[in-house]
C-alpha cells in the first residue's frame, strides 16, 4: 500500500502564487509515476500534470502548461506542484495520486487539499 498525503493550499489572489507537496509513504518504492488531478464544485475530476518517478518526465494539461510545474524529491518521496499566475478558475481541489505502472489505473490517492483563486 501507498498513501499519500497533500499539503499547500490555501487562498491566493489571481495571478498569485501556490506551492503543493505530496508526500507518499509506505509502498512508494513499487510508484512508477505520480499525478496530479483536480475537481472543481459541480465539475468532473480532470487531469492536470504527471511525472515519473524514476525519470522525472513530465506531461502537462495544455490548460496549466508554462503556469505550473511538477517537480519530485526522490529521497524524501515527495512530489512539488509549483503553481504561478493562478487564475480564478485554478480553483479547486487538487489531490495526487500515484499508480504502479504506466498501464495500471491511479489507485492510489491522497484527502485533497483546497486552492481557492479570489480577489
Known amino acids: 500500500q501507498v498513501q499519500l498525503v497533500e499539503s499547500g493550499g490555501g487562498l491566493v489572489q489571481p495571478g498569485g502564487s501556490l506551492r503543493l507537496s505530496c508526500a507518499a509513504s509506505?509502498?512508494?518504492?513499487?510508484?512508477?509515476?505520480m499525478a496530479w488531478f483536480r475537481q472543481a464544485p459541480g465539475k468532473e475530476r480532470e487531469f492536470v500534470v504527471r511525472?515519473?518517478?524514476?525519470?522525472?518526465?513530465?506531461y502537462y494539461a495544455d490548460f496549466v502548461k508554462g503556469r505550473f510545474t511538477i517537480s519530485r524529491d526522490n529521497a524524501k518521496n515527495t512530489v512539488y506542484l509549483q503553481m504561478d499566475s493562478l487564475k480564478p478558475e485554478d480553483t479547486a481541489v487538487y489531490y495526487c495520486?500515484?499508480?504502479?505502472?504506466?498501464?495500471?489505473?491511479?489507485?492510489?490517492w491522497g484527502q485533497g487539499t483546497q486552492v481557492t483563486v479570489s480577489s
Open positions: 495520486a500515484a499508480r504502479r505502472s504506466a498501464l495500471d489505473h491511479y489507485d492510489y
Open positions: 509506505g509502498r512508494a518504492f513499487s510508484i512508477y509515476n
Open positions: 511525472i515519473t518517478w524514476s525519470a522525472g518526465n513530465t
